[in-house]
Each structure stands twice: as structure tokens, then as C-alpha cells.
């Protein structure tokens, strides 16, 4: 099978409001997708979120990052603690729903979070693994942006089986 450079990407914004302010980090948001687009204007996006009653993402990936943006940008006082967990279960699901429909493409998932995320709780870890496996044969990249101290040593563990797997 033959895939093109196009990209699909999810980006999971688990940055914990009091720490990590949307202001600072949204244009460097923007300029990641539009340098995307510069590369490749067939890349597409789309985000997941944690607002006050639960996750919150476009039912489809969508060409315009300004969009995206705003959408983000009309949510951020709803913005509360991510899940990081259930964000991750959301994304890979999301993104194998669409690899069913458009498999030509690249997928990845971009997880945004600081030290102040929620902890993945021990008992989430198999079931997040058994799904990581299943997408390490597609085409499908994750990326974990981290700011703030190291994180725990059980999320450490996930990200590297993130990392190993796919």
C-alpha cells in the first residue's frame, strides 16, 4: 500500500489551566499546523480537549488551523484537567475510525500536556497498551510535548510502550 505525505493530526490538549496559560501556548499551536500546511496543504487537523462536561473534539478533521484556533479559542474558559487517559483512548479510537475510512494517509497524534496532568491510574495501563498495539501497523505516529518536571514514573512507562510500539 502507498501513502502520500498528507497528514492527519489529532492534537490532545491535556495542559492544565492554572500552569500552562492557552494564551501562551495557542500561536505556537498555530504555527505548528500552518507550518504543516506550508509542507503539505492537504494536511488536516483536529484537537480533543477536557472541558467541564467531558472531552470535547470536531467530528471531522478540518483543513483551516485559524479554525481550529477558534474553536479552541471559544472553549478555553470551559477548559479544565484533562484526562490523560481517556484523551489518549479518544484520539486512537477517533483516528482508527478514520483510518477505516481514508487509509492513504499518515495519522498522528500530538498529546500536549504539562506536569500538573492527571495520572494515568495503573489499571488503564493494559487497556492502553492492547490499543496502542493496535494501530503500530498503520501509519500513525504519536509526538508528547511535556512541559514542566519529569513526569511519573507510571506515565513514563506508557510513553515509552507509546514510543516502542509505534
Known amino acids: 500500500?502507498?501513502?502520500s505525505k498528507s497528514e492527519?493530526?489529532?492534537?490532545?490538549?491535556?495542559f492544565t489551566p492554572k500552569y500552562t496559560k492557552f494564551r501562551l501556548v495557542s500561536s505556537a499551536i498555530l504555527d505548528f499546523m500552518k507550518n504543516?500546511?506550508?509542507?503539505?496543504?492537504?494536511?488536516r487537523f483536529n484537537f480533543v480537549v477536557y472541558l467541564k462536561d467531558g472531552p470535547n473534539y470536531l467530528d471531522h478533521f478540518v483543513f483551516d488551523p485559524v479554525y481550529i484556533m477558534s474553536s479552541l479559542k471559544s472553549l478555553n474558559k470551559d477548559i479544565v484537567r484533562a484526562n490523560l487517559a481517556g484523551g489518549i483512548f479518544i484520539a486512537i479510537t477517533f483516528?482508527?475510525?478514520?483510518?477505516k475510512k481514508i487509509s492513504?494517509?499518515?495519522?498522528?497524534?500530538?498529546i500536549l500536556a504539562d506536569s500538573a496532568t492527571y495520572e494515568i491510574p495503573?489499571?488503564?495501563?493494559?487497556?492502553l497498551e492492547e490499543l496502542i498495539k493496535k494501530v503500530k501497523d498503520m501509519p500513525f505516529f504519536?509526538?508528547?510535548?511535556?512541559?514542566?518536571?519529569p513526569y511519573?514514573?507510571?506515565a513514563q512507562k506508557l510513553l515509552k510502550n507509546i514510543n516502542n510500539e509505534s
Open 36 to 43: 504543516k500546511q506550508a509542507t503539505d496543504p492537504s494536511d
Open 122 to 127: 495503573d489499571d488503564y495501563l493494559p487497556a
Open 8 to 14: 492527519d493530526c489529532l492534537i490532545f490538549y491535556a
Open 95 to 99: 483516528i482508527i475510525e478514520i483510518y
Open 1 to 3: 500500500m502507498e501513502y
Open 152 to 154: 511519573s514514573d507510571k
Open 104 to 110: 492513504q494517509k499518515f495519522f498522528r497524534l500530538v
Open 142 to 149: 504519536i509526538d508528547i510535548v511535556l512541559i514542566g518536571s
